[in-house]
């Protein structure tokens, strides 16, 4: 290859171990300084609030026995770093995401496992110190791991440069998939096709709007054509099973001689969150444990019971927002709300309600457009939406901008129309564009946001968004809608493709 193709400043002068060895201790550094950081706020509100004006800064609850407690918390410490190092939280490039939710678990269960040492114990403490510790350490931990990552990227020491065998749709996905995620690290510096497989004449390949990386061809023959570098992460995509199988010799010796293979195997299509992997001693056949959630009553029970107390809790604590909002809207004369026909669960219809965006005479002033625009006629019926609509008020247009809008469909999710989270809420006429995808889009309720909102919105296509709430429906779990959430006030604030 290709070893041409490391840039300088990605090389490292000292042996790969010594690069482990830095990540590895700077992240463990960081979760323990976030421990520290957890118990040094929890003693420090607890001190604030104390009853006893007398106490010492450091008495950690109203009493004696403080070596035990710190006994316990050194105890507890010990074990989460253990933990996370057995999980491989300091050394393997997983998802955010995916790390975040492995980590809240450890952390639920050592509080847990806190709260039955000091009732067997018989230790006095103070509950408020008790959760501000375990919450303050939910946050910390995971904030001062990704700041460590992004500082060690900066250094060059966490990025580690990725060539992706294959240039079809699937190496494609895997490379766009690796950029996307930041925090693993991974930078895909080419694409490499065996010296004697078709490229279709191609010398690069856009992963991006601003990328172009290069196609390179190797000696399958000879590994050590492709890469000498131990640091450089080889991911095999290849589009079809067929090609999997006439470069088994080949990723074997990979992995005989590297150790460390990533494997992405063309499942497009599958429902992969969550997906169980196990396989039968000795015989080489692997298993895929595919879970339909939402076809399960105890997950669908699960997402009702999140929608309804989150909605509930928002429609009173955001009442003086809504109030202020119609009051606006309500000047110019026309009705508060707009609802609008939509399909829902099971193929039922409802009015999904939404504050009035649009001049009262909207619909008059859509068919004297599309009438006299023919570019606007191509692109409502592309789309059904216009990216400059001439209806939209100027207050309409702000509320837009920021998806206040939607406020009044947390009515739709309290009655049970709709979700926080699901598919885009469509008409029945758009149906039939889902073809075998309709079945999938009716087995849930349509959501207030959802990948596509987090996906770029109304910058997306209509085929990707199709793709993006059946991928939803076929991979539904709760931390995916509390991550969605999470996601989408941030794309709200920067109000990315919204019109």
């Known amino acids: 290859m290709s070893d041409q193709i490391l840039t300088p400043a990605a090389r490292w002068p000292y042996p790969q171990v010594s690069r482990e060895a830095l990540c590895a201790s700077g992240l463990l550094l960081a979760d323990v300084s976030a421990l520290l950081l957890a118990a040094l706020l929890a003693n420090t509100l607890h001190w604030l609030y104390r009853e006893n004006e007398n106490a010492a800064f450091f008495e950690l609850w109203h009493g004696a026995r403080a070596e035990d407690r710190l006994l316990i918390l050194a105890l507890l410490a010990t074990v989460a770093i253990a933990t996370f190092w057995l999980l491989g939280h300091y050394n393997r490039r997983r998802p955010f995401w995916d790390e975040l939710a492995e980590l809240l678990r450890v952390l639920v269960l050592l ?40 500082l060690l990227l900066k250094l060059k020491l966490w990025q580690r440069l990725a060539i992706v065998l294959g240039c079809g749709r699937n190496a494609w996905e895997a490379a766009v998939a690796l950029q996307s995620e930041r925090a693993m690290g991974f930078d895909v510096v080419a694409f490499a096709i065996p010296q004697t497989a078709d490229g279709n004449g191609e010398r690069s390949i856009r992963i991006d709007d601003h990328r172009l990386v290069p196609l390179i061809r190797f000696d399958p023959n000879d590994p050590h054509s492709l890469t000498r570098s131990d640091h450089v992460a080889l991911v095999v995509a290849y589009d079809q099973q067929d090609e999997f199988t006439s470069q088994i010799n080949l990723i074997s010796r990979l992995h005989r001689r590297r150790g460390d293979l990533y494997v992405a195997p063309p499942l497009r299509g599958l429902p992969l969150y969550g997906t169980r992997i196990s396989y039968v001693f000795r015989h080489e056949v692997l298993f895929l444990s ?7 009553r105890g997950p669908r029970i699960l997402k009702r019971a999140f929608d309804l107390v989150m909605s509930g809790f928002l429609l009173l604590a955001g009442a003086p927002v809504l109030i202020c909002l119609a009051s606006c809207i309500r000047r110019d004369g026309g009705s508060v709300f707009f609802g609008h026909w939509r399909i829902g669960r099971h193929g039922r219809p409802f009015r999904c309600l939404k504050f009035r965006t649009m001049v009262p005479n909207a619909e008059a002033v859509l068919e004297q457009v599309l009438a ?14 216009l990216k400059h609509d001439p209806r939209i008020t100027p207050l309409g247009r702000l509320l837009r901008c920021y998806s206040l809008d939607e406020l009044p469909q947390l009515w739709n999710v309290f009655k049970g129309e709709m979700s926080l989270v699901g598919p885009r809420p469509i008409v029945a006429s758009e149906l039939e564009r889902y073809g075998e995808d309709s079945e999938l889009y009716l087995e849930t309720r349509p959501g207030i946001t959802g990948l596509w909102q987090i996906s770029g919105r109304n910058d997306t296509g209509y085929a990707e968004r199709v793709h993006l709430d059946a991928w939803y429906a076929k991979n539904w ?11 989408t006030i941030r794309v709200v604030l920067r109000h990315d493709g919204a019109y």
């Open 111 to 150: 509080a847990a496992l806190d709260a039955m040492l000091l009732y067997l114990a018989k230790l006095p403490f103070s509950r408020a110190w008790f959760i501000s510790l375990w919450c303050s350490a939910m946050v910390l931990i995971p904030s001062l791991r990704l700041l460590t990552k992004f």
């Open 290 to 296: 595919l879970r339909n959630n939402l076809a399960r």
């Open 372 to 385: 006299t625009d023919p570019a606007a006629r191509a692109e409502w019926d592309r789309d059904f939406k």
């Open 477 to 487: 779990s709760l931390w995916m809608d509390i991550v969605i959430l999470l996601k």
